[in-house]
């Protein structure tokens, strides 16, 4: 086979590939859209960035409770997924009667990496406010958006996030926004490497302090979820930072899981079955039944 043949074939498996990767699943309704937001990153440089949000709809007409459901910090390539999309998650929870919004913040997926807000700093010097900065004004601006889309009822909203998507939800419960009325943290943190450190996270007081925080001020009731295997976040890390925020007046569930696979950091993506029935009990008592 010539170079050119093969060049040619490699360029049609690309085709192929995105084309794949643009596929919207007409089962669940799913579209793309995006926003604009403008954020600083650590260093304090201001960028304006797009947000891509991945919008999957139930059956029916609605007017359908809002979830927004934040993903995590990818350890290498923060461009894979070109958007993050939890296909398997949101099945779930439409058949609970929600309408989903996915967002991919900004230094992530396909709309670039240069600029990356949630950078926070070496190991040993890590800074999470910037982070928590940044992706607060993202998802208040992804909250505005979600609200004001058609068949939506913006006074019943659910807010779930995987690692530091998690962190970042809990975050956004601290603040308590219009209409949010429960949350659900699986895994959340920050500072986790399971190759250099497993279960020790970088600067791990800093993040109890944040915890403490956002104690203070959260009046949403949440569930955090977390396993006895998590090698990013072990669990004298996650109880201490539960215990820090229900002491400083947080309302939250907190569920230790039995140990999942080799790492229970994922059992949010890989263990649905087993997450499933504690967090359907946690939205039935929450006013969310079928």
Known sequence: MTTALRLLGLCLLLLISDARAAQLRADLHESV???????????GKQETGKVAITQFSPNGEGPFPILILNHGRATSDRGTPPRFRYTRQVAYFLKR?????????IGYGQYGTAFDPEYSGKCRRKDYVPMIQAARIEESAV??????QPHVDPHRIVIVGQSVGGFVTTSVAAENPDGVVAAINFAGGSGGDPATHPGVPCESDRLEAMYQRFGKTARVPMLWIYTQNDQFFAPQYSSAWHAAFVHAGGNAEYKLFPPFGTNGHFLFGNGTDIWEPTVSAFLDREGFSR
């Open 33 to 43: 859209s995006t926003i604009d937001v403008t954020v600083k990153d650590f260093y």
């Open 143 to 148: 909250l505005d958006y979600a609200k004001r």
């Open 97 to 105: 009667g929600f309408i989903v919004f996915v967002p991919t913040r």
